[in-house]
Structures are given as structure tokens and as C-alpha cells.
């Protein structure tokens, strides 16, 4: 499993997971079409892991236009059929229905019928597999009452599971709460999220320096949290969240 980072508008995430053996790809929260957010790098946990940094890539382009997308699935040569959107938030969905319009065919898959271009809804628990790539739908509400988070991980690979948590979960922070409740968003973290591989999180902002400074000022005696800011600072000029 391949893993491009593509950093677009002030400081959301899209991705592109790509099928290694069937070349199949996965497009995660397309974006609305704006310029792309200027920053060389990304801080996100499977970067500086061993051994996996082959399987990640980041990608700055000079916007984030669906055809920057595609470009992008032609230089890789893969066939782009799907996309996984976290949640209805223009950030994260509106890229969509251009998408849509230039790759007729083209499934998007969601938890929320505002996301746009929806061509199927998923639920809570749903399995769904391209290629050797296992992905499990995890309903991860607090955010909006339809976010939808995605784990996938392949069988007999060494590469670690991955999440892609959208504004659920971020580094050190997640989203803010908007249509549910605190026990509802309680329960997306702690019992859903929190209960994941911890090797590897792909998050809709970048707001890790943020959230640890944050966190510093709230618990400044708190040494996980010193820890991982010393690792966010030593990482950033190569600033996912």
C-alpha cells in the first residue's frame, strides 16, 4: 500500500492510496479546487517510521484542482475508481462532483448524503477491499453526525495499518464538535479510534504544532506532551498533522 500526502488550501490533507499490485488507487477527502497550502513537508507518524518512508510521498503542487489529481494518477499509472470521503465539510467533499464529471464511473463513498457527488452511503462497520487493501468504516460522529473514518491494512504486509481519521483525529487533537454530542464524540475517540493500531494516523489538518503548544499551556508539566512537541519542532520544516 502506497501513500501520497498531497497538502492543499491553508492546511487540510488529501490523500492517494494506490494498490501496489493491481495498481488500483483510492482518493481520500478531494478537496475543494484552491491553492495549495505552501509548506514543504508534512508531519505525519508513518514518515519517519523504519523502513516505510518508501511508501510515503508528499506532494506540493500549486493547487489542489482536481486536475492535479489526475495528473497525478497518470504519472503513477493507476487506475483511480473510488473515493472515500470522511465527511460533507467543503474542504474535504466539494472536489468531488468535478471529479465526478472527469472520471464517469467513479464511486464516492461516504457516511452523510450531503457529501457531494455521492454515489453510495456507507455504515458503520462496513468492509470494503481493493485489491489486497482492506478497509473497515468506522462512524467516528462528534465532528458532524455522519463522519466516517477508514482503516486499512493489507494481509502478510509489513507495512503498518493506517487510519484515515479526517477531523475526527488529528495529532495531539481532533476536530471541533459541531452536531452531536460529548458522549457521542467521547465515544469516536476513545472507543473506536482509541482502540486502533497506534502506528499510523492520516489526518484531515495539519495542526500538530498547534495542538501541542496548546497542550503544553494546559499541562505544562506533562512529559508526553514535551516529548512529542521536541518531535513536531525537530519536524518542522517538514511539516502532516
Not at 38 to 50: E, F, I, K, Q
Not at 165 to 178: K, Q
Not at 204 to 209: A, N, P, R
Request: aromatic share 6%; with cysteine.
Amino acid at each position: 500500500m502506497k501513500v501520497k500526502v498531497i497538502p492543499v488550501l491553508e492546511d487540510n490533507y488529501m490523500y492517494l492510496v494506490i494498490e501496489e499490485h493491481t495498481r488500483e488507487a483510492v482518493a481520500v477527502d478531494v478537496a475543494v479546487p484552491k491553492r495549495a497550502r505552501p509548506l514543504p513537508g508534512a508531519l505525519c507518524t508513518r514518515a519517519w517510521r523504519p523502513n516505510t518512508g518508501s511508501h510515503l510521498d508528499h506532494l506540493h503542487l500549486p493547487n489542489s484542482h482536481p486536475f492535479q489529481l489526475l495528473e497525478i494518477v497518470g504519472r503513477e499509472g493507476v487506475s483511480l475508481t473510488t473515493v472515500l470521503t470522511t465527511h460533507h465539510h467543503w474542504d474535504h467533499a466539494r472536489g468531488n462532483t468535478e471529479l465526478a464529471r472527469l472520471l464517469p464511473g467513479l464511486v464516492v463513498l461516504g457516511a452523510d448524503e450531503r457529501i457531494c457527488a455521492l454515489t453510495r452511503r456507507l455504515v458503520h462497520g462496513e468492509e470494503l477491499r481493493f485489491g489486497a487493501i482492506h478497509v473497515r468504516c468506522l462512524l467516528t460522529p462528534g465532528h458532524t453526525s455522519g463522519h466516517m473514518s477508514y482503516f486499512l491494512w493489507e494481509d502478510e504486509c509489513l507495512d503498518p495499518p493506517a487510519v484515515f481519521s479526517g477531523d475526527a483525529l488529528s495529532v495531539a487533537g481532533c476536530g471541533s464538535r459541531l452536531e452531536t454530542t460529548a458522549q457521542q464524540m467521547y465515544h469516536s475517540l476513545v472507543e473506536t479510534l482509541g482502540t486502533l493500531p497506534p502506528e499510523t494516523v492520516f489526518c484531515g489538518h495539519e495542526h500538530t504544532l498547534g495542538n501541542l503548544e496548546f497542550a503544553q499551556k494546559v499541562e505544562p508539566c506533562n512529559n508526553h506532551v514535551k516529548a512529542k512537541l521536541s518531535w513536531a519542532k525537530a519536524q518542522a520544516p517538514r511539516l502532516v498533522s
